[in-house]
């Protein structure tokens, strides 16, 4: 994947103010590309979509209980394809749905601990590496790091693709 022009500075390489801007994208798309190398290895490992890992991890992000509803909004994904999500991630022991005790209309999505263990056992060896990668850096580096990963994905959460057409 080829940087843009703002990241590359217009020339397919990095230029002027942004070699740092440029180093970032590399770097993130490298980051990106290992997670989901892992999380595609687990989907496989589980009979699971990748779409479905992504699911378990807002699920698992969540500050509230998810909502099947939330869940599309955040993955962009229609309600029949959550629901077919939701039903193999169900069968495969990795949630569970309940009610919501005041509307049962709401339902609330659960990661079961069943579903985490399997994660975290596959997973781990990620946690690991990052954690290797923190020892590398002060608190101070860490905390700066945090704050600015935090504001890319704030900035990222504001960028919204085309709107799907009725029956595409």
């Known amino acids: ?3 843009t022009d703002e990241e590359t500075g217009g020339a397919g390489g990095p230029a002027g103010g ?3 801007l440029y180093a970032l994208a590399v770097e993130l798309r490298r980051m990106h590309g290992e997670v989901n190398r892992l999380a595609h290895a687990f989907a496989a490992g589980q009979g699971l979509h990748a779409t ?4 378990l991890g807002a699920i698992l992000d969540a500050p509230e209980p998810m909502t099947p509803g939330r869940l599309r909004e955040r993955l962009g994904l ?3 394809a959550v629901t077919a999500c939701l039903d193999r991630l169900e069968r495969a022991g990795h949630i569970r749905r309940t009610r919501d005790t ?3 209309r709401v339902v609330h999505l659960h990661y079961t601990e069943g579903g985490k263990a399997l994660a975290r056992a596959h997973f781990q060896p990620l946690a690991t590496a990052a ?3 923190r020892a590398r850096l002060t608190q101070e580096e860490a905390d ?3 704050r600015f990963l935090a504001a890319m994905n704030g900035e990222f959460a504001q960028i919204r693709g085309p709107e799907r057409r009725p029956g595409g």
């Open 1 to 3: 994947m080829a940087g």
């Open 18 to 20: 942004g070699a740092d």
């Open 52 to 55: 479905d890992v992504q699911a």
């Open 78 to 80: 229609t309600s029949g």
């Open 102 to 104: 005041r509307d049962r």
């Open 131 to 133: 954690a290797r990668a």
């Open 144 to 146: 700066a790091a945090l």
